[in-house]
């Protein structure tokens, strides 16, 4: 009764000051929001997301444009990964951007330096990149506490310094350059458009994984992991083996992503890997939103398009990220897109009770 | 003795937390099929018996026998996966799940696909969702939460989400349930509820171990009642003998005062 009481108060109270009409268009554009992010729905977002794909190239004719696209592709695969581990089970990775790092450099160490063939270059560097994601998962995890993000951030550190100091393998400071593009058949993807397809193509089926991986029962142990830990233990989820798996996991994506990214713009250098990317990618997870997969497509892509759009001041980019970030965790603590879900969800939850 | 029916054996366990002896050589069997109730004042050692049966903690000395298995240096996922479910003192549900996931975590034990299959989404994997499914149906129907299933858990009354622990802990198919004051903080009439739940789990042929503060309830449905007293075992016997021990009187008296 006492609940019922001051829910009904708190309603009317945030109606009040919006005129009637306006209202009902604005409740039932986020009704709808909340329709396709509810998971019966699911399958019908990523028809859109298909159609959103194939149709984009009909309204975008700018290099330019194209370029942002694939950035917001490439990194929507890292965050989506780096989502798994942050908002499913609790754990946090400032070196991400080391895993994205050794899918370049495997990439283009392998293909340039010893003549491999690309799409098998890009397997074994997907692979090494989960084993070292082990070797250093395994022994942090294993330790209660935070020790996974202060292991990654220093790995991430050495990883960009050997980056740089490992010339004869990898160009030093330089940069390695000439890395061949991606080929299938006979088709190259040598141009911003056709990397367009191929990366978002990946985008595509990285996110449907993942959405399989969460709907299913390895999905819901990593919730639970998140959601208590002694819990989880005690319905048989060995917690610490989830937890390396699901880091595993989300640093062979960012190294797919960073393979990608190698072979599109076909010359990589340390600069690209630093921390600040790390930190950069931990920030579209949290402002698109912890634990929620469209929400990482979402985060990606508005701050890829943020830290283009202020391209000329490139010094004022980390100010711009900490700015957004701080009115984020202020204003939608649970970023977004899950913000606004969850918001939806607590209305037909109290609903419920009332009835 | 003969040992065929007791499905748990405590054999002198002790623990230790530093300089705090929080449970001295305590023994007890609990025989399949019943009520076995642990009682005793605050800070007497139930919680830790607890957590030293589901391998929390390792015992500072003694040994603990689930179905005649040494429960030494076993993980607390692996006491679960032996068989032995439980709730927690203070309530442990997955706040951002829906009552449904709750209980389809603890389906977990009853199915086996892993990250590979899991990101495919291969046949297999849909086929064990269709049980689980079912399986979870089954659990919520048999505790009443089938018109709560698709609510977020942490939006619910405290009852409820004390319900929804039990059916968490029921979905892994225990042979024996741990308890640990399920009742504490309902009121009335959901406490009525929840005696008759208790017993409805028990004539399913699960053993449950309870740990509670509220006599009425421990001597209206326990089999059996054990009773502590900093950290040592004072009594036991049937709520009979245990109402008028005096040891039992004196024990809880003496805190009262
Ligand atoms: N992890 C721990 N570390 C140190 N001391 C502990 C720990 N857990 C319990 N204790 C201590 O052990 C004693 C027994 O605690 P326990 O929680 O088992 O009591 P309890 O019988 O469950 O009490 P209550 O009825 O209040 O739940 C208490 O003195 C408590 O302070
Ligand atoms: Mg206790």
Request: a positive charge; aromatic letters at 10%; glycine letters at 10%.
């Amino acid at each position: 009764m006492e609940n019922r009481k001051g829910f009904s108060l708190n309603i009317s109270k945030g109606h009040n000051f919006i005129p009637i009409e306006r209202k009902r268009t604005i409740e039932s554009c986020l009704l709808l929001v909340n329709r396709m992010l509810l998971k019966q729905k699911d399958n019908l977002c990523f028809g859109i997301l298909a159609l959103v794909i194939v149709a984009i190239p009909m309204f975008v004719e700018s290099k330019y444009y194209f370029i942002v696209l694939n950035v917001i592709g490439l990194n929507t695969i890292v965050v989506v990964g780096l989502n798994l581990l942050i908002g499913f089970a609790g754990q946090i990775s400032l070196g991400h951007a080391a895993f994205y790092g050794l899918g370049s450099y495997f990439s283009g160490i392998l293909t340039v330096n010893y003549g491999f063939p690309m799409w098998p270059a890009m397997l074994v560097g997907m692979l090494a990149t989960g084993a070292v994601a082990y070797l250093i998962g395994y022994p942090s995890l294993k330790l209660r506490g935070h020790y996974l993000v202060m292991a990654t951030l220093g790995f991430g550190i050495i990883i960009n310094i050997l980056m740089g100091e490992l010339e004869q393998f990898t160009g030093g400071h330089d940069g390695l350059m000439g890395i061949p593009p991606l080929t299938i058949g006979g088709l190259a993807f040598d141009n911003d458009l056709k990397n367009f397809y191929l990366i978002w193509s990946f985008v595509f089926f990285f996110m449907l994984a993942a959405r399989n991986l969460l709907n299913s029962r390895v999905g819901r142990a990593l919730r639970a992991i998140h959601g208590s830990e002694v819990a989880a233990n005690s319905l048989g989820i060995n917690t610490a083996d989830y937890k390396v798996k699901v880091f595993v996991l989300s640093a062979m994506f960012a190294s797919v992503s960073g393979s990608l990214y190698a072979h599109y713009i076909t010359f990589i250098s340390p600069s690209s890997y630093d921390f600040y990317y790390s930190i950069q990618v931990v920030t579209m997870v949290i402002v698109g939103g912890m634990g929620s997969l469209w929400g990482s497509l979402f985060g990606a892509g508005i701050l890829t398009f943020i830290s283009e759009a202020l391209h000329i001041a490139e010094q004022y980019h980390i100010i711009a990220y900490g700015i957004f970030l701080c009115l984020v965790l202020v204003f939608l603590p649970e970023g977004i897109v899950v913000g606004i879900y969850n918001f939806f969800l607590k209305i037909k939850t109290r609903k419920a009770i009332i009835k | 003795m003969s040992r065929p029916n007791y499905i748990l054996e405590i054999n002198s366990i002790s623990k230790n937390f530093g300089g705090l002896q929080a449970i001295t050589r305590l023994s007890f069997n609990v025989e399949e099929g019943l009520i076995f109730s642990i009682i005793g004042p605050n800070g007497a050692g139930k919680t830790t018996a607890i957590n030293l049966i589901t391998s929390m903690y390792p015992p500072t000395s003694g040994e603990i026998l689930f179905e005649g298995q040494k429960l030494f240096r076993k993980k607390p996922y692996q006491v679960a996966l032996m068989g032995i479910g439980r709730t927690f003192q203070n309530i442990q549900v997955f706040q951002k799940m829906s009552v449904r996931e709750n209980v389809m975590v603890g389906c977990h034990t009853q199915s086996d696909s892993g990250f590979l299959r899991c990101l495919m989404h291969t046949p297999s994997v849909w086929k064990e969702e269709k049980v689980i499914r079912q399986k979870t149906d089954a659990v919520l129907k048999f505790l009443d939460l089938d018109s709560k299933a698709d609510m977020l858990v942490g939006g619910l009354p405290y009852g409820v989400q004390k319900r929804v622990e039990i059916a968490r802990a029921l979905a892994i198919e225990p042979k024996l349930l741990l308890l640990d004051e399920p009742v504490a903080g309902l009121n009335l009439q959901e406490t009525e509820e929840m005696a008759g739940t208790i017993l409805k789990i028990r004539d399913t042929g699960i053993t449950v171990i309870l740990v509670e503060h509220d006599m009425n309830l421990i001597m209206g449905i326990s089999n059996r009642i054990t009773v502590l007293d900093y950290g040592k075992k004072i009594a036991e016997g049937s709520a009979k003998e245990i109402q008028n021990n005096p040891k039992v009187i004196d024990a809880y008296l003496g805190k009262e005062l």
